[in-house]
C-alpha cells in the first residue's frame, strides 16, 4: 500500500473552492513534516504549502497561494488536507502530497514519501 494516497480533486470554476486530504499510512505521521506540491502541464513540480510536525503550528506557502489556501494536519487521523479557496486558472495542475523529516526535505520534490497525485482543474 501506497504510504501517501490524495483525493478530492476535480474541476471547479475559477473563484470556487475544493479540499484536498492525503491521508498517510505506515508512517509515523506526527514525525513528518506535511506538504504539497503542485504540477502544471509542461511545467515542473513546485512547491505549494507544508506544515510542521508535531502540533503542526508552523505552516508555510507559496506566495502564489498565500491568503487562498489552508494546509492542516489531524495526527489522530494521518491526515494533512489543503483547503483551497478562490481558485483560479492557474491553480490548475496535478495536486501532490509529500512527507519528510526536515523542513528543508518538505520542499525538495527530490526528497521524502509521496502519493499519486490528484487532479485539480479551474475552468475560467
Known amino acids: 500500500q501506497a504510504p501517501l494516497v490524495e483525493s478530492g480533486g476535480g474541476l471547479v470554476q475559477a473563484g470556487g473552492s475544493l479540499r484536498l486530504s492525503c491521508a498517510a499510512s505506515?508512517?509515523?505521521?506526527?514525525?513528518?513534516?506535511m506538504g504539497w506540491f503542485r504540477q502544471a502541464p509542461g511545467k515542473e513540480r513546485e512547491f505549494v504549502a507544508a506544515?510542521?510536525?508535531?502540533?503542526?503550528?508552523?505552516?508555510s506557502y507559496a506566495d502564489e497561494v498565500k491568503g487562498r489556501f489552508i494546509i492542516s494536519r489531524d495526527n489522530a487521523k494521518n491526515t494533512v488536507d489543503l483547503r483551497m479557496y478562490s481558485l483560479k486558472s492557474e491553480d490548475t495542475g496535478v495536486y501532490y502530497c509529500n512527507a519528510a523529516t526536515s523542513d528543508a526535505a518538505i520542499r525538495d520534490p527530490r526528497l521524502g514519501y509521496w502519493g499519486q497525485g490528484t487532479q485539480v482543474t479551474v475552468s475560467s
Open positions: 505506515g508512517l509515523t505521521f506526527s514525525s513528518f513534516y
Open positions: 506544515i510542521a510536525r508535531g502540533d503542526g503550528g508552523i505552516q
